[in-house]
């Protein structure tokens, strides 16, 4: 594949993500995104706080790695069969190579690693907006170069390290797996707000539940 044409096609696709969040989440109030529904273990805003968290392993890393100087530039980009792998098992899961991956503790919303900690939705919302601005940015200098898309990087799973361009490969469409995971759950929450419309004695599970 020449080059540009991925750089297009990922750029086209994080916009696809940003335009999701935007129509779907941005202007959601706080019960909607904090509620947790049965047979959910987290919120909508926590998968987008998980999606914030792998970001704060990858993106230092892959903003370094562009600041390389002297680094040349080919006009084709040939992706190997475990970076094509891995961006098919982390898309979302009614993708049909789509694989269930277990989230490693450090990765999981803070309110599962520590019960007391308590998030703010709009700094998380935030935090997105800001990360796929860098995002964007780094899509459009790492894959230009052969040294800079196979510097290696810290995986979130030391000391397994990967190199830039299959982070790459992850971070995207993991970003629309937990988007998709949200708003499944922001349906699920519909749907039993609308069964305690019609029954007030039930008591569903929120924030501080």
Not at 98 to 108: A, D, E, F, H
Not at 159 to 179: D, N, Q, V
Request: proline fraction near 6%.
């Amino acid at each position: 594949m020449k080059v540009n044409a991925f750089i297009a096609s990922r750029l086209e696709e994080l916009d696809a993500y940003k335009k999701q969040f935007e129509n779907v989440f941005y202007f959601l109030e706080e019960d909607e995104l904090f509620f947790i529904p049965r047979d959910e273990k987290w919120s909508a805003i926590e998968c987008i706080e998980h999606i914030n968290n792998l970001n704060e392993v990858y993106l230092p890393q892959l903003t370094e790695v562009c600041k390389k100087k002297n680094a040349s530039q080919k006009e084709l980009i040939e992706l190997s069969w475990w970076q094509k792998r891995l961006r098919n098992m982390m898309s979302p899961l009614d993708h049909p190579k789509s694989k269930k991956i277990r989230t490693r503790t450090k990765l999981q919303p803070r309110r599962i690693q520590n019960p007391d900690h308590k998030i703010s939705a709009q700094k998380v919302m935030e935090n997105f907006i800001s990360d796929l601005s860098q995002l964007e940015k780094i899509i459009r200098i790492i894959p230009e170069s052969p040294e800079l898309r196979n510097t290696r990087v810290m995986s979130a799973a030391p000391p397994i390290k990967f190199k830039s361009i299959t982070a790459l490969e992850m971070l995207i469409p993991h970003i629309g797996r937990h988007l998709s995971q949200a708003e499944r759950i922001l349906s699920g929450g519909n749907v039993e707000k609308q069964a305690k419309l019609k029954n007030e004695d039930l008591i569903f599970p929120g924030r501080d539940s």
